[in-house]
């Protein structure tokens, strides 16, 4: 990395399953890495079921969209930051039907503080999660 960057990573989000660093911060820029709904502490996906096969049968978009913020939440305060920090947000869905639902749950993060936002429908997202999102953030400090 650069003079001018820093690889951010914490033990509050779940560890990467790739080459990559949770957020990178450049100058004031931080650039947070795609999370999704893995629990730090046990890697697993929250919100979903699995058959005996270990696919995927079902999910819940509530729980998936809530723990994805969570570690979100937890990279951008790894960096000194804060939520109201954060200037866009995009996020991929698996199932664009899953919209009013996740938005609600998005509403309970970004109340009245609205970033820019851009949501899209995917084909597929690494580790069986049914959604990512990855965030810009302004740090003041």
């Not at 399953?17 to 999370?35: E, K, M, P, T």
């Not at 629990?39 to 058959?51: A, H, I």
């Not at 995009?90 to 851009?118: H, I, K, Q």
């Amino acid at each position: 990395m650069g003079k001018e960057t820093e690889r951010i990573n914490t033990d509050a989000a779940p560890q990467a399953v790739g080459a990559y660093s949770h957020a990178v911060r450049a100058g004031q820029l931080l650039f947070i890495s795609g999370q999704g709904a893995r629990d730090p502490q046990t890697g697993k996906v929250k919100g979903r079921v699995l058959d005996e096969q270990g696919r995927v049968v079902g999910y819940d978009i509530r729980v998936q969209t809530r723990a994805a913020l969570e570690n979100m939440k937890a990279v951008i305060e790894s960096a000194g930051g804060t939520l109201k920090d954060i200037v866009d947000v995009t996020v991929f869905l698996l199932n664009m039907a899953d919209f009013p639902s996740y938005n609600e749950v998005y509403t309970e993060f970004f109340d009245e503080y609205r970033p820019a936002r851009a949501t899209l429908g995917v084909a597929s997202l690494p580790g069986l999660s049914s959604i990512e999102i990855k965030a810009i953030a302004f740090l003041s400090k």
